[in-house]
């Protein structure tokens, strides 16, 4: 590929094929079979230094298939199924003339249709993605070829080559990062496309490497350096020590010796005889952690300008060391930001990325309904081969004892297929002719006709839903996969984080507590939520202050939201604990990773934080002058005021080392030399973590005790509080510890452990200084949505980080704990004072701790039967201790039993992977389980349930990533469930119910004729109208019930949220529920086979003229009969008639009628036995019309009884709602809407009030003259529950019924 030369040089010539080329591919392909080492070693290089280390090329391909492998893979997919193995078995069988009853081609062209429009499908899709890959693979970027930076294109690029990317552009692959025009060598990416979050991230330069970035010849000497080209130009790279400019056939002679060397030789790697000259990697394998990295370059000192020891300078040709930690390092996916441009070399390519290492397929989830599907495909496969059964034993013995009395059959002439003196070869041949003929038993356009639905209803009704697009941020819903459709009308426990989740996730400064005293005078969402649940609602906050002026509404600022006269405009400088104070504003300003944008001004600047409490910090730090106003690579400034308030001045904090925040430590620690010279730790954490580090002061630390008073306040109003402390260093005890600390920091095994372990050692004897409140207010609509779930009978679990008196007060304010709740709480806190008092071992406290949870637990469960014997609800709160102990095998299942008996848990401080095992725990149980998360420590839970949602927040993308659906706000999850999830539950339990109805009833009647016929195989119907039943005749009602079909409008879903236990009982798709159909099936078949051969075409003259019909003028009537009643049947059962179920209903019936027509006047050899039949004979006849009308009348009358019993004498919930939807409506229609209760509606009135009155029949509600057996006072109580406020009405639907169109409503 010919490459443009973008900077000074000559062109480089185009690479042409060549020998050595070929043999460089041998070389690749047998190193690639070389055993790896511990760490990864990659060699900076122009050449071929690499060669013998097997790493990707930057090439990649995410597609499923290529050329060769599309028809393979593909129809291997596509005959996993069961449904298509069979149809193949019976398409293969078919080509066997004296087996096969019909023509292969009626077989194989409906085969052919299905998987391929299957496979047409996966086509596209993949397409698409080579489509992308292909974009990806061409983009531009540039490399340094020895001499110069070319332009390349990014799938040339490979581990070791320097790459220069320009402001942004996308990284091509993963880089250290060398240098960059700024200061520091530092450069700012955007992570959007690797995790959603818009903020940009600060990444810093190798130290020592600066002048890679340089201009003109400095610039060019070091990266020459680092790539070890020789000085005139010639590179070192392709083998150690040897020049460029060698000739062709020596270098083909080198490649062939080192393909002959790493043939023979594949049990070690192959290391270069000598370390080439340029600078080397030696790093962690490829792994997936987007957020860990571990490694070491090795710098030639030509390209090295940082600071050297005195071993460095004792042998200048030694190469330096220099640890590599992840914010040196720039991932594939990121884009370079606010920076001309960088220079990086390139450590993973292709595959090998870290983005890529993440990109493995999500857990396989399949429904409930799906699954069930799956056995009843198989429990019909076993009646087929049960009824071949039966027909291979009738045809036999027939054959044997009475064939001879047949004497005009000539058996005794006959081949195998009826050969008298081989019964059991009879048998056999008749058993896989009645494999053949039987296969209409098994729906083979079900899976097209099932993936259609549900790609429906993800893309066009819950994708298109105006309800759940969110306009403030711009966020539509995603359906990111239309499997789990129905799964959404199943739900029976949602598990929820709180942060993001059911809060805004937006932070603002509110509270604090310095020096033992409490500051900011506010009161929380939280507060006045829980105050007016427990009827003290509190007064509205003022207006004015106390000058009289007026107090602006909402935060000061985005992210500070703290009022207090008596530190606010500098007056904690008055205070007698100023120094306290100082000290605590100045872990704000500095204890953190914040990148300040724009003009370093406290007006203009904006802070790009990595989460939104930290950004709340800095800018509270800001409002109380301290302002943060840049930072370099080891060092931030702060404007600060002077101590006797004055002035301000800008100081300068030198970072020495900062230790990182993680779920783990729960503290982030930053060790900086003050402007005063001393050497201070500044670190903030968790109160539980903070406290058990504080240093030691007989009689505990001053203000300890009021702090802890005060974040405990906090905690009660909602608050999450944060500790601050510090800690001073003398300059030999911050020397000796951070020769460990780098000594761990260069270690490539146990990277993280050792410096966990170092700032163990650092972060103790802290000195406390305050504590901090940030306020995250409820989303809108979440209390609401809490509630309707629970009355729809969802149990909803909130796992979060909080303190239980947080996490309690927040359940308070969201419904989740009510006051008419008993709630138990389980804990082991006078335990865990005992531990961090260190009154006893952690053996004993685990003993012991473990002893509490149980008896805590089965005293909850004691409870909760009472509370059920009561009738009242309960609810659990558990602590992230308790919860760690609960969750042991031998607890797990008390824990699972208490946990399921209530309405509500709340388990709190709990950790990422506590989310993933309670989500896995209820889901073992059998309940189906839907998590919802925002953050990317919601990411296991959300795969672990069955349904995952991710929240499009504040936190990035990774948990949207991860899930089945995804939306912007909690509260949508009511529509997404009680509305979309219930329709789609029934449409589709409804569709596979009626696609196995209507198989087995075709099934049936060619089974009725085939033992008629004594077993011989003789088929009734034309080959090629059966072939289309289930294409052209039958399937179009079926997927308009999958699409469009509500029992009640979508107000009324929202209204009565009790209509949703129907899925969770999985009503709609029961073993009684399937047998049902199964016996209306039979029925039919039965009823039309009889009616039609023993009532309609006895024996009499059909025709005017005297003639009886033939077997085709027969089949013809019996399938017209069995088309119009499996058609009517749909229009019998469904709920909700628009235009599309019309067309789709009376429309099958017309085609039908339009196909016997077309065979009828067709050529003999194309229409087989329907030639002449239609058209002359049959329609003609005044029977066949007179009769088909009486035939659909029998076959529907038993479903039509039970349907208009079970309506009137036990109906179900469903069925009520649709009397009020119908007196609503009319009364609406007379004007005396306000009448609804009082018109003889009395349970209609006591559905919309949740009573449990005893109302008179539906017929008599609506004003019919109809009476019944008036139903149970319990049955509606239980059955149908309202929801009183305007609110949720209001919310429910966008037109006035909810019928979400043109619709007419059947009752």
């Given at each position: 590929r010919a490459r443009v030369r973008v900077a000074s040089g000559p062109m480089a010539s185009p690479e042409k094929p060549s020998i050595?080329?070929?043999?460089?591919?041998?070389?690749?392909?047998?190193?690639?079979?070389?055993?790896?080492?511990?760490?990864?070693?990659?060699?900076?290089?122009?050449?071929?230094?690499?060669?013998?280390?097997?790493?990707?090329?930057?090439?990649?391909?995410?597609?499923?298939?290529?050329?060769?492998?599309?028809?393979?893979?593909?129809?291997?997919?596509?005959?996993?199924?069961?449904?298509?193995?069979?149809?193949?078995?019976?398409?293969?069988?078919?080509?066997?003339?004296?087996?096969?009853?019909?023509?292969?081609?009626?077989?194989?062209?409906?085969?052919?249709?299905?998987?391929?429009?299957?496979?047409?499908?996966e086509a596209v899709e993949d397409y698409q993605r080579h489509k992308q890959d292909h974009e990806q693979n061409t983009s531009l970027t540039e490399r340094f070829d020895g001499v110069s930076m070319t332009q390349c294109e990014w799938r040339d690029i490979k581990a070791g080559d320097i790459v220069r990317v320009v402001r942004d552009q996308s990284f091509p692959c993963d880089l250290v990062l060398l240098a960059s025009p700024l200061d520091d060598a530092v450069c700012y990416v955007e992570t959007k496309n690797l995790d959603g979050e818009t903020n940009l991230k600060l990444k810093r330069g190798v130290e020592g490497c600066g002048a890679c970035g340089a201009r003109g010849e400095k610039g060019l000497k070091a990266l020459k350096a680092l790539a070890g080209v020789i000085d005139d130009g010639r590179t070192n790279g392709d083998v150690p020590n040897a020049p460029t400019a060698a000739t062709s056939s020596t270098r083909s002679s080198s490649l062939l010796a080192r393909t002959s060397s790493l043939m023979h030789s594949t049990s070690r790697r192959q290391e270069p005889a000598v370390d080439p000259p340029g600078a080397r990697v030696e790093c962690e394998h490829p792994n997936n952690s987007l957020y860990t990295f571990t490694g070491n370059l090795d710098v030639p000192r030509a390209a090295y300008d940082g600071p050297l020891t005195e071993d460095d300078l004792a042998d200048p040709t030694r190469k330096k060391k220099v640890s590599l930690v992840p914010y040196n390092v720039l991932l594939r996916g990121s884009s370079l930001r606010n920076t001309e441009y960088v220079f990086g070399v390139a450590i993973y390519a292709g595959h090998d990325t870290k983005v890529m290492m993440n990109s493995s397929a999500a857990p396989s989830k399949r429904s409930q309904i799906e699954l069930g599907m799956d056995r009843v495909v198989l429990l019909m496969l076993l009646?087929?081969?049960?009824?071949?059964?039966?027909?291979?034993?009738?045809?036999?013995?027939?054959?044997?004892?009475?064939?001879?009395?047949?004497?005009?059959?000539?058996?005794?002439?006959?081949?195998?297929?009826?050969?008298?003196?081989?019964?059991?070869?009879?048998?056999?041949?008749?058993?896989?002719?009645?494999?053949?003929?039987?296969?209409?038993?098994?729906?083979?356009?079900?899976?097209?006709?099932?993936?259609?639905?549900?790609?429906?209803?993800?893309?066009?009704?819950?994708?298109?839903?105006?309800?759940?697009?969110?306009?403030?941020?711009?966020?539509?819903?995603?359906?990111?996969?239309?499997?789990?459709?129905?799964?959404?009308?199943?739900?029976?426990?949602?598990?929820?984080?709180?942060?993001?989740?059911?809060?805004?996730?937006?932070?603002?400064?509110?509270?604090?507590?310095?020096?033992?005293?409490?500051?900011?005078?506010?009161?929380?969402?939280?507060?006045?939520?829980?105050?007016?649940?427990?009827?003290?609602?509190?007064?509205?906050?003022?207006?004015?202050?106390?000058?009289?002026?007026?107090?602006?509404?909402?935060?000061?600022?985005?992210?500070?939201?703290?009022?207090?006269?008596?530190?606010?405009?500098?007056?904690?400088?008055?205070?007698?604990?100023?120094?306290?104070?100082?000290?605590?504003?100045?872990?704000?300003?500095?204890?953190?990773?914040?990148?300040?944008?724009?003009?370093?001004?406290?007006?203009?600047?904006?802070?790009?934080?990595?989460?939104?409490?930290?950004?709340?910090?800095?800018?509270?730090?800001?409002?109380?002058?301290?302002?943060?106003?840049?930072?370099?690579?080891?060092?931030?400034?702060?404007?600060?005021?002077?101590?006797?308030?004055?002035?301000?001045?800008?100081?300068?904090?030198?970072?020495?080392?900062?230790?990182?925040?993680?779920?783990?430590?729960?503290?982030?620690?930053?060790?900086?030399?003050?402007?005063?010279?001393?050497?201070?730790?500044?670190?903030?954490?968790?109160?539980?973590?903070?406290?058990?580090?504080?240093?030691?002061?007989?009689?505990?630390?001053?203000?300890?005790?009021?702090?802890?008073?005060?974040?405990?306040?906090?905690?009660?109003?909602?608050?999450?509080?944060?500790?601050?402390?510090?800690?001073?260093?003398?300059?030999?005890?911050?020397?000796?510890?951070?020769?460990?600390?780098?000594?761990?920091?260069?270690?490539?095994?146990?990277?993280?452990?050792?410096?966990?372990?170092?700032?163990?050692?650092?972060?103790?004897?802290?000195?406390?200084?305050?504590?901090?409140?940030?306020?995250?207010?409820?989303?809108?609509?979440?209390?609401?949505?809490?509630?309707?779930?629970?009355?729809?009978?969802?149990?909803v679990w909130v796992l979060t980080g909080d303190k239980q008196d947080t996490a309690i007060n927040i359940g308070q304010a969201c419904s989740l704990l009510r006051e008419d709740m008993d709630v138990h709480v389980i804990n082991i806190n006078d335990l865990i004072k005992l531990e961090s008092d260190r009154a006893i071992s952690k053996e004993d406290f685990d003993k012991r701790g473990r002893a509490s949870v149980a008896a805590q637990i089965k005293k909850g469960i004691a409870a909760c039967d009472e509370c059920s014997a009561r009738e009242r609800d309960m609810g659990v709160v558990i602590d992230g201790r308790s919860l760690a102990f609960a969750l042991e095998p031998t607890l797990a299942p008390d824990f699972l039993s208490l946990g399921t008996g209530c309405v509500s848990v709340v388990c709190c401080r709990v950790s990422p992977l506590q989310k993933a095992l309670v989500t896995g725990l209820v889901k073992d149980s059998g309940k189906i389980t839907l998590a919802i998360g925002d953050g990317a420590n919601d990411v296991g839970m959300i795969q672990a349930a069955h349904i995952g949602v991710g929240i499009s927040g504040q936190e990035g993308m990774q948990a949207v990533m991860a899930s089945d659906f995804a939306f912007a706000q909690f509260r949508f999850l009511e529509r997404l469930l009680l509305v979309h999830g219930r329709y789609n539950y029934k449409r589709v339990s409804r569709m596979v119910t009626y696609f196995f109805y209507k198989n087995i009833a075709f099934g049936l009647t060619l089974f009725a004729y085939n033992l008629e016929t004594s077993a011989s195989g003789q088929v009734v119907y034309n080959d090629w109208l059966m072939s289309a039943f289930n294409i052209f005749f039958v399937s179009l009602p079926v997927l308009a019930l999958g699409c469009f079909d509500q029992d009640v409008n979508q107000k009324s879903c929202v209204q009565f949220p009790h209509l949703y236990k129907q899925g969770q009982e999985n009503q709609c798709f029961t073993t009684k529920t399937q047998l049902f159909w199964a016996l209306n099936a039979t029925y039919v078949s039965v009823v039309t086979y009889f009616f039609v051969f023993y009532g309609v075409h006895a024996g009499e003259a059909d025709t005017k003229d005297g003639h009886a019909f033939g077997l085709w003028e027969v089949g013809t009537t019996m399938y017209t009969g069995i088309v119009l009643t499996i058609n009517l049947q749909m229009a019998q059962m469904i709920n909700y008639w628009t235009w599309v179920q019309h067309c789709a209903i009376w429309g099958s019936i017309l085609i039908w009628y339009a196909c016997n027509a077309i065979l009828s006047d067709t050529d003999r050899y194309w229409s087989t036995y329907s030639f002449q039949i239609f058209t002359p004979t049959v329609a003609p006849t005044p029977k066949y019309w007179t009769a088909t009308p009486l035939i659909v009348f029998v076959a529907l009358l038993p479903d039509l009884i039970v349907r208009a019993s079970r309506r009137l004498f036990r109906p179900e919930a469903h069925h009520l709602v649709q009397e009020y939807e119908r007196l609503d409506k009319r009364l609406r229609a007379s004007g005396a809407r306000e009448d609804v209760m009082g018109a003889g509606a009395e349970a209609l009135a006591a559905a919309e009030a949740g009573a449990a009155a005893g109302p008179r029949t539906p017929a008599s509600a609506s004003g019919g003259a109809t009476s019944g057996t008036p139903i149970k006072p319990s049955q509606v109580g239980a059955e149908v529950h309202a929801t009183p406020p305007a609110s949720r009405q209001k919310s429910a639907a966008g037109d006035e019924d909810g019928d979400g169109g043109g619709g007419r409503r059947a009752g």
């Open positions: 050595g080329r070929t043999l460089s591919s041998m070389a690749t392909f047998a190193s690639s079979r070389v055993h790896e080492g511990e760490n990864r070693v990659v060699h900076v290089t122009t050449g071929d230094a690499n060669i013998g280390y097997h790493h990707k090329g930057n090439a990649i391909s995410t597609g499923k298939y290529n050329p060769a492998t599309f028809f393979p893979k593909g129809l291997y997919e596509q005959f996993r199924r069961v449904a298509n193995l069979y149809f193949l078995s019976v398409a293969i069988i078919s080509l066997f003339d004296a087996i096969s009853p019909i023509k292969p081609y009626t077989i194989w062209s409906p085969l052919c249709l299905v998987v391929g429009l299957s496979m047409a499908k009646l087929l081969l049960g009824m071949g059964t039966v027909t291979a034993i009738v045809c036999g013995v027939w054959i044997k004892d009475k064939s001879k009395r047949a004497w005009y059959l000539r058996t005794s002439e006959a081949d195998m297929v009826f050969n008298p003196s081989d019964a059991p070869l009879v048998g056999v041949v008749a058993f896989l002719t009645s494999y053949v003929l039987y296969g209409y038993l098994i729906p083979i356009s079900l899976y097209v006709s099932l993936e259609f639905v549900k790609v429906m209803q993800a893309a066009v009704f819950i994708n298109r839903d105006r309800r759940l697009y969110h306009a403030e941020t711009d966020t539509p819903m995603r359906a990111r996969t239309s499997n789990l459709n129905e799964e959404l009308g199943m739900v029976h426990v949602v598990l929820s984080d709180k942060t993001g989740t059911l809060t805004c996730n937006s932070m603002e400064f509110f509270k604090m507590s310095i020096a033992g005293g409490s500051y900011g005078a506010g009161v929380t969402e939280i507060e006045r939520a829980v105050a007016k649940r427990n009827g003290n609602p509190l007064p509205p906050p003022p207006t004015l202050d106390a000058r009289g002026n007026k107090i602006k509404s909402g935060p000061i600022e985005p992210g500070f939201n703290f009022r207090d006269d008596r530190v606010e405009d500098g007056a904690w400088m008055r205070l007698p604990d100023k120094e306290t104070f100082r000290d605590f504003f100045r872990v704000l300003a500095v204890c953190h990773t914040v990148i300040p944008e724009g003009e370093p001004t406290p007006d203009t600047v904006c802070y790009q934080a990595e989460s939104p409490d930290e950004s709340a910090f800095v800018v509270a730090a800001k409002r109380f002058g301290f302002f943060f106003r840049a930072r370099h690579t080891s060092a931030i400034e702060v404007d600060e005021p002077s101590h006797d308030g004055t002035s301000t001045s800008t100081k300068r904090f030198e970072i020495l080392n900062i230790l990182e925040f993680n779920s783990t430590r729960k503290r982030m620690s930053v060790i900086a030399r003050t402007p005063e010279g001393s050497i201070v730790l500044y670190c903030k954490g968790a109160d539980s973590v903070i406290y058990e580090r504080l240093g030691f002061v007989a009689g505990g630390q001053a203000h300890a005790a009021a702090t802890q008073a005060h974040m405990d306040d906090y905690a009660a109003s909602g608050l999450r509080t944060l500790c601050l402390a510090k800690r001073e260093l003398s300059n030999a005890e911050y020397a000796s510890w951070n020769e460990t600390y780098t000594a761990a920091a260069q270690s490539l095994e146990k990277r993280d452990e050792k410096i966990d372990a170092c700032a163990e050692v650092i972060e103790t004897e802290l000195e406390l200084l305050g504590a901090t409140a940030i306020e995250d207010k409820l989303q809108d609509g979440v209390p609401g949505c809490i509630e309707q779930l629970m009355r729809a009978g969802v149990a």
